[in-house]
């Protein structure tokens, strides 16, 4: 009974708890989820990495093998190639060659087409040829910005000539070709990354200053903060360094938020089924209490009596114990009724339950039966003891006279004693336990008979 303000107490913060709880465990799925999928688009990266380096790797020795074929052709032509321009234009018919040009004694002498405008100083040509010259071997210079602002790489490739009875071969000059690096990243797959939702940076240091040198990208907003992976490409005489990386972080992810709404949302709603259940909890035990509560004086009515009494009184058979019930009743209570009113005898009522409540056990069972009549089961005791415990209780209710609005009541009862278990069911003893009673009120009342 006295458990239910406290549960109703305590119940604001058990759906706040289990809110909290549901929350984080929801949270932590959410998480489970998004490190999961980034495990998985870390895997998908790992492996786009490495296919686009490949391609770009393979992509260049492709595009410049014009430049050896026309390298070739002057070799064994002595310096002569008459072919140039036509040459020339098969190696442009790939939209990613933007020029030819033939350099000797790295000096540009001839340029195909002719028309290109690309603004190229010599210091750029010049650069890269002498580099050319100096390794004897192919060299990628750039990117180099022209005139127009457009963004060209160069390769050079040196072209020496046999030497004469025995001399060393003589440096006749480079073959220099203009590749439009974006058209041929994209003409290898690249821009697929963007369709798949990824970042993408292809950058190279510089050689002289030691800076990192952006080549091209898709993202201005740069990897700081995101899952990234890296892959080197050797390109001839640089290094190119290939970085694919997710296009958004995690809070910039609309499926992260929709993940953390629905878990917000699933929370309140497990927090809320929880504080309804409480609610209806609460509910039921305050219908229980009304339903085995007498509501005047708080004790248990009749009902609770039958079911609490029969239930202790198997138990008292099983184990071969005693026990005995009581039937009580006020004294002239009606006068009481009729002198003082009804709210003044239902406070004298109470204050009678009071007294006796207070002088029995915890785990006796007494109850209002009706009217101004209790009724009391004792068990696991013997006679003498019973009768010692009516006897206390008369005293207790006659002994001192009730205090109600300036008024000094008195006010005796009867009791009425009998067996019950083993020797008497529930029914039987009820009936003799009244037969007793109203013998103590022949016999003059305010006091307690022992039925034998």
Not at 255 to 260: E, F, G, K, L, S
Not at 369 to 396: K, P, Q, S, W
Request: charged letters at 20%; aromatic letters at 10%.
């Amino acid at each position: 009974m006295g458990t239910i303000p406290s549960a109703a107490r305590r119940l604001p913060f058990r759906p706040a708890a289990v809110f909290f709880v549901a929350l984080g465990t929801c949270f932590l799925l959410t998480f489970g989820l998004l490190y999961n999928r980034e495990q998985v688009r870390t895997l998908a990266m790992e492996r786009l990495v490495s296919e686009t380096g490949y391609r770009i790797g393979s992509m260049f020795p492709r595009l410049l093998f014009g430049t050896q074929m026309i390298s070739h052709q002057i070799h064994y032509g002595g310096g002569e190639l008459p072919d140039f321009e036509y040459l020339a234009s098969i190696i442009v018919e790939d939209q990613a060659v933007v020029a030819v040009m033939l350099a000797p004694g790295g000096v540009v002498s001839e340029v195909y087409p002719r028309d290109i405008g690309l603004g190229l100083g010599p210091e750029i040509t010049g650069r890269t040829g002498i580099s050319a010259m100096q390794w004897g071997t192919f060299v990628l210079g750039g990117p180099f910005r022209t005139g127009d602002g457009s963004d060209f790489l160069v390769g050079s490739l040196p072209v020496f000539l046999d030497g004469t009875d025995g001399e060393e071969p003589a440096f006749w000059g480079t073959v220099c070709m203009v590749l439009d690096y974006g058209r041929a990243l994209n003409d290898v797959g690249i821009g697929d990354l963007a369709i798949l939702d990824f970042g993408y940076e292809i950058w190279q240091r510089d050689t002289d200053s030691g800076i990192d040198q952006l080549i091209f990208a898709n993202n201005s907003q740069g990897f700081a903060g995101k899952n990234y992976v890296d892959r080197t490409i050797s390109l001839y005489n640089v290094e190119w360094h290939l970085r694919i990386f997710g296009s958004r972080v995690w809070y910039a992810d609309a499926q992260a938020w929709i993940a953390v709404f629905i878990s917000l949302i699933l929370s309140l709603m497990v927090a809320a089924l929880v504080r309804n259940t409480f609610r209806l909890e609460r509910r039921n035990r305050t219908l229980r209490k009304k339903s085995i509560t007498d509501p005047l004086t708080g004790l248990h009515n009749r009902r609770y009596f039958m079911a609490a009494t029969g239930i202790q009184m198997e138990r008292v058979t099983r184990n071969h114990s005693e026990s005995f019930l009581m039937m009580m009743d006020m004294d002239h209570f009606k006068e009481i009724n009729d002198n003082y009113g009804h709210l003044l005898g239902d406070a004298v009522l109470k204050n009678v339950a009071e007294r006796i409540t207070a002088t029995l056990r915890p785990y006796d069972i007494f109850a209002r039966y009706g009217g101004e009549e209790f009724i009391l089961f004792v068990a696991d005791m013997n006679r003498t003891a019973a009768v010692h415990l009516a006897e206390r209780i008369r005293r207790d209710v006659s002994g001192t006279p009730i205090t109600l609005n300036d008024r000094s009541i008195n006010v005796t009862i009867s009791i009425g004693i009998t067996k019950a278990a083993p020797q008497h069911g529930l029914e039987e003893a009820i009936a003799l336990a009244d037969k007793v009673m109203y013998q103590a009120k022949e016999r003059g009342r305010n006091q307690a008979v022992f039925q034998d």
